[in-house]
């Protein structure tokens, strides 16, 4: 079922027909292991998010971000920008989705109790000017600790079907294995080449998720 939704609440909104007005339209699978979003954009483009495959069965460009969904906890957003050195580029002062909101209540599935806000990193080479940025983005949809998500953890280790980790490739992977030693993750292995020829450690993020580093 269609819906519609302002992601971005505008201060002054174009005059129709006669102002551009730019918007997006998205296409969401939910599939058993996986929930993936094709987007559309209208009246505006972003030279370095997203470049169309002409030869690609959907006619899309590459990944542009991914997901991942966690109870809010501040200090465990923060690693992300900390530890690893992601660029935060957007965060929600405070949860600004519920139940009573459409589009979210279909894409996330919610229940009355449940509400969530979001915190945006990027590569660190992007940019907080939208028309600048990079291909690369960790959307993180945080929930208040009274939404009671299923906990799917003991689903996503390596191997498992659907997301089963995270991947990020560094250069300097030492540095990185240094801070994340230093930090509250756990299960941090040592650095060693994988079965591809390249240097990779892996550890288990403060929120949960399992992380490996490439270089």
């Known amino acids: 079922e269609p819906q519609r939704a302002e992601i971005y609440k505008l201060e002054k909104r174009p005059a129709p027909f006669l102002e551009n007005y730019a918007t997006v339209r998205e296409m969401c699978l939910i599939m058993p292991e996986t929930r993936q979003i094709l987007f559309q954009?209208?009246?505006?483009?972003?030279?370095?998010?997203?470049?169309?495959?002409e030869q690609s069965f959907f006619k899309s460009s590459q990944i542009t971000h991914v997901g991942m969904v966690i109870y809010r906890n501040q200090e465990n957003i923060d690693f992300y920008g900390n530890v690893l050195g992601l660029?935060?580029?957007k965060e929600n002062a405070d949860f600004d989705s519920d139940y009573t909101n459409p589009?979210?209540?279909?894409?996330?599935?919610?229940?009355?109790?449940?509400?969530?806000?979001?915190?945006?990193?990027?590569?660190?080479?992007?940019?907080?000017?939208?028309?600048?940025?990079?291909?690369?983005?960790?959307?993180?949809?945080?929930?208040?600790?009274?939404?009671?998500l299923d906990n799917k953890f003991a689903y996503t280790n390596p191997g498992s079907l659907g997301y089963s980790l995270y991947t990020y490739r560094v250069k300097g992977i030492e540095n990185y294995h240094a801070r994340v030693k230093s930090s509250k993750a756990t299960g941090l292995t040592e650095i060693a080449k994988n079965e591809f020829g390249e240097k990779s450690f892996s550890f288990v993020a403060p929120d949960g998720y399992f992380w490996t580093i490439l270089e």
């Open 41 to 53: 954009r209208f009246g505006y483009n972003l030279a370095n998010y997203g470049k169309i495959n």
């Open 87 to 89: 660029l935060k580029v």
């Open 103 to 148: 589009s979210s209540k279909a894409i996330f599935s919610l229940t009355p109790n449940q509400k969530y806000g979001a915190t945006d990193f990027d590569n660190p080479k992007s940019s907080k000017n939208p028309a600048e940025a990079l291909s690369g983005r960790l959307k993180i949809i945080w929930f208040s600790s009274d939404s009671k």
